[in-house]
């Protein structure tokens, strides 16, 4: 997509380069001289194609990273630091301090949204204000944890007060194609819950955190929130070797995490929170509705080009539909809009990384070697920065875009005649994260739902895979997950239950009480959080 830079409205232009010379360490913005890397879009600013250049971040070493480490370790204090000790109403202080401040930052974060990743208008303004409302309901959902524990139980003789307590330092690092929403769902229920993080932003989207280090500086406690910058093998791989952290969360891809877990000499001891791969599939039955089922297929396929790991990457099509089904899916996709994000209308836009056209054009022909067609008029057109969705068909188990999760716009279908075909290629995938499933017959949908829900963690009835909403569970089998993110359940993922505990007798009740009147104590409290 080219465009001059008199196209673009005034309120996007990029008429400044950020440059980024500071990263944030042990509460301190720290300035950095040295080797710098340079941030590009894809996104034309010329008549004649050429990446944009939006600025520049420090390319920092393991000398870096492991200053970042020791601050975190430094503020955690083997739990007795200011940050793990704190009333928790103190720590929801520190956090509603920095969302206020965060929503002043929303038009600059939406503009480097659309200009890093290249997701459109709406879909940048979703992604802040889904980021603001998810701290929002972090803080209520702790809140109510607190209020939970707020009391002393008594079983067979004995007082416990129960409460969750941090784990210790927490690497974070976060996935490009969300990279506020998606990184703070990690970020902010490990900060939350007491936990001291060193946070690494993704390769693209990394200077739309720049708007923030200010306020994570000023709102938390030193050392609590480190952010780095650098490639992932020199600053993430000598935090990991160190032994020092107690959480890996990370969204991205399994080889990622797997060769960082293996990095740490007692993994036993490493606590995993991860988003990991998908290859989400849809099954069309024969009787679908297959307006709805269309509709609901483009849109789990197709939403910011498919990058996503809950999109739909391969759509099973019952054989006695598949002729109608594939005739009005592919005018569908030929019909949307491509244009740069924040064009009205646009619904594909510029991919963010530069070689990923030229790999799904590698899938396009492996599958057409092998007997796919490609079905929709515009299918696999390139330009400089984009490919067209091709819709591809009939896909066979021997093909590349069969196998592997392809994170772009290509849309394998795959006939079927038995509905034991899609099942046992979801038994035998190395991913179980969710399902769509098209159909209404009751006596049908009855026992597919019974074995869904043991294949994949979320089944979605006739409409397209998706996280949200936030409080719902977020996790998946095999390859796809550890642990659960949601409102709910990741405060629990980055917590552990700890209690207090004391035989019920005279002398130490009298105790409990005298600790309970002083309110000397943090952790013992019946106090009731508002």
């Not at 416990?160 to 490009?176: E, F, N, S, T």
């Not at 990184?183 to 390769?203: Q, R, S």
């Not at 994000?341 to 492996?366: H, S, V």
């Amino acid at each position: 997509m080219k465009s001059t830079f008199e196209d673009i409205p005034s309120r996007f232009q990029i008429n400044t380069l950020i440059k980024q010379n500071t990263y944030l360490v042990g509460g301190k913005l720290i300035p950095w001289q040295g080797e710098t890397s340079e941030v590009y879009s894809t996104i034309s600013s010329t008549a004649t194609y050429k990446p944009t250049l939006l600025g520049t971040i420090p390319t920092l070493g393991e000398t870096e990273a492991l200053s970042a480490l020791d601050a975190a370790c430094e503020a955690y204090n083997k739990g007795q630091g200011l940050w793990p000790t704190m009333k928790v109403e103190n720590r929801i202080a520190c956090m509603e301090n920095f969302v206020t401040q965060m929503k002043t930052k929303r038009d600059e974060i939406v503009k480097l949204l659309m200009w890093e990743i290249g997701k459109n208008l709406a879909d940048s303004q979703k992604e802040f204000d889904r980021t603001v409302e998810y701290i929002y309901d972090t803080i209520e959902d702790y809140k109510q944890m607190d209020r939970d524990s707020a009391k002393f139980e008594k079983h067979s003789g004995v007082n416990a007060h129960i409460r969750r307590g941090p784990l210790g330092v927490v690497l974070c690092l976060g996935p490009y194609n969300y990279p506020l929403n998606e990184t703070f769902a990690l970020l902010i229920p490990a900060i939350m819950m007491g936990n001291t993080t060193i946070f690494k932003p993704a390769k693209h989207g990394v200077l739309l955190i720049t708007p923030l280090l200010e306020a994570f500086k000023t709102s938390f406690p030193k050392g609590v929130v480190n952010i780095i910058y650098g490639r992932g093998r020199t600053v993430a791989a000598p935090i990991m070797q160190s032994g020092k952290v107690d959480v890996l969360a990370l969204i991205g891809n399994s080889k990622s995490a797997n060769a960082l877990q293996n990095q740490h000499p007692k993994s036993n001891r490493l606590r995993l929170v991860l988003g990991l791969e998908a290859k989400n599939p849809a099954i069309v039955l024969p009787d679908a509705d297959l307006d709805l089922a269309i509709e609901e297929c483009i849109a789990g396929s197709t939403a910011f080009n498919g990058q996503r790991c809950t999109a739909l990457k391969v759509l099973y099509v019952h054989d006695s539909v598949v002729e109608e089904f594939n005739k009005r899916f592919s005018a569908k996709v030929d019909a949307l809009k491509f244009g740069n994000p924040w064009e009205e209308g646009a619904q594909l836009t510029p991919l963010p990384e530069p070689e990923k056209p030229a790999y799904i054009q590698g899938l396009i022909d492996d599958a057409t070697q092998k007997g796919a067609q490609i079905i929709n008029t515009k299918g696999g057109e390139t330009t400089e920065n984009y490919i067209f969705p091709a819709v591809l068909y009939p896909v066979s188990k021997t093909m590349r875009v069969f196998k592997e999760e392809q994170f772009g716009p290509v849309i394998p279908i795959v006939p079927f005649s038995d509905i034991d075909e899609p099942l046992d290629d979801m038994a035998a995938s190395n991913y179980g994260q969710q399902v769509s499933l098209f159909g209404k017959d009751v006596k049908t949908l009855a026992p597919l739902i019974d074995t869904l829900v043991n294949l994949v963690c979320r089944v979605n009835l006739n409409s397209s895979c998706q996280r949200g909403p936030d409080v719902y569970p977020f996790t998946g089998r095999k390859d796809s997950a550890v642990s659960t993110l949601s409102v709910h359940d990741a405060l629990r993922s980055f917590s552990i239950r700890t209690f207090v505990a004391s035989k019920d007798n005279a002398y130490n009740n009298a105790i409990l009480k005298d600790l309970l009147d002083s309110r000397a104590s943090n952790f013992v409290s019946t106090d009731y959080i508002l």
